[in-house]
């Protein structure tokens, strides 16, 4: 393998960890809601999308403000706020009346919200993308790396590390959240049998409430993330949502190490494919991949296989 070569496999294994990360966020507020409620949100590109656009607004109302920094803590902080409300008022308002109901019924209301969600968007800010006028990743420079024999050096943006440093710092505080909080451990004696939970003294009601809230945020914040490497907010931003549905069936729905992990698999596969073969399989190559891993493990690489007796 000659110096380019070589040179190319670091480029596209950066760009697939760094995609991978954002996958993992994104993956990440899925399993979150499956795992206590046993349902998949199919708004959660619309949630990223709403996220993005109160953070872009936020922003946009704290011009005033001098310092760059402060501008992006407090639109950053205002958008958590606001997509814990929405979190809350979701679950309270929609999805708490059909506790009891089928999931198919659910998984059709998470439809028709994600209708909603780009209805009020579009209506509000409108069809053409906004830019943000503030960077959220402070850090524009490049990363330089030579090889003896290479046609050029190569040149990494900085801001995708931080991005991805910062995705994992944050699974990490989630994951600390669940093994040691009074709610973290909650939540998951909810999502192992929600019965048991209640005979312990567990509010269901109120781990759904915690469970979309953090779902809401998770999605917010990819989807912050998203607008400022894309350096716009758009209706295109539940496109991306989308990619996450791979990471959680391969990693497991009810695994959120296997959200991670699969955040990786599926970042690094698409880095590859589009290098290495042609951007237009970038798409298709992770489904490709699922259908092999499905065939060999039915409920993903980590997750609960679940045997019921009838």
Avoid: C, H
Avoid at 20 to 27: C, E, P, Q, R, T
Avoid at 37 to 57: K, P, R
Avoid at 237 to 266: C, K, N, Q, T
């Amino acid at each position: 393998m000659d110096a380019n070569e070589i040179l190319k496999f670091i480029r596209l294994t950066y760009t697939g960890l760094s995609d991978g990360a954002l996958l993992a966020l994104i993956a990440l507020g899925l399993v979150l809601v499956f795992k206590a409620t046993d349902v998949i949100n199919f708004a959660q590109g619309e949630f990223m999308m709403l996220g993005a656009y109160l953070g872009y607004q936020a922003i946009v109302w704290l011009q005033a403000v001098e310092t760059p920094g402060v501008i992006i803590v407090l639109g950053f902080l205002a958008m958590v706020l606001g997509m814990v409300a929405f979190g809350v008022m979701v679950e309270r308002l929609v999805l708490r009346p059909l506790i009891g109901e089928p999931v198919i019924s659910v998984i059709m209301v998470t439809i028709g919200l994600s209708n909603i969600i780009q209805a009020v968007v579009g209506a509000i800010w409108g069809k053409l993308p906004q830019t943000i006028p503030t960077n959220l990743i402070p850090i524009d420079g490049r990363f330089e790396i030579a090889l003896e024999g290479a046609r050029r050096p190569l040149l990494l943006a900085q801001d995708s590390f931080i991005i991805a440093i910062s995705v994992l710092a944050l699974v990490a505080v989630l994951i600390l959240f669940f093994r040691n909080s009074k709610q973290g451990i909650a939540m998951r004696a909810t999502a192992d049998d929600q019965q048991a939970a209640m005979s312990m003294g567990i509010s269901i009601k109120t781990i759904f409430m915690l469970t979309w809230s953090l779902a809401a945020v998770t999605a917010g914040i990819a989807g912050l993330l998203i607008a400022d490497i894309t350096n716009g907010v758009s209706g295109d931003i539940p496109g991306v949502g989308l990619r996450a549905f791979p990471v959680i069936i391969l990693g497991g729905l009810d695994s959120i190490g296997g959200a991670v992990l699969g955040g990786f698999i599926i970042g690094l596969i698409e880095a590859y494919a589009s290098g290495y073969i042609d951007p237009g399989v970038k798409t298709v190559t992770p489904y490709i991949v699922l259908l092999i891993v499905m065939m060999i493990k039915p409920y993903g690489l980590f997750g609960q296989k679940r045997i019921e007796r009838v």
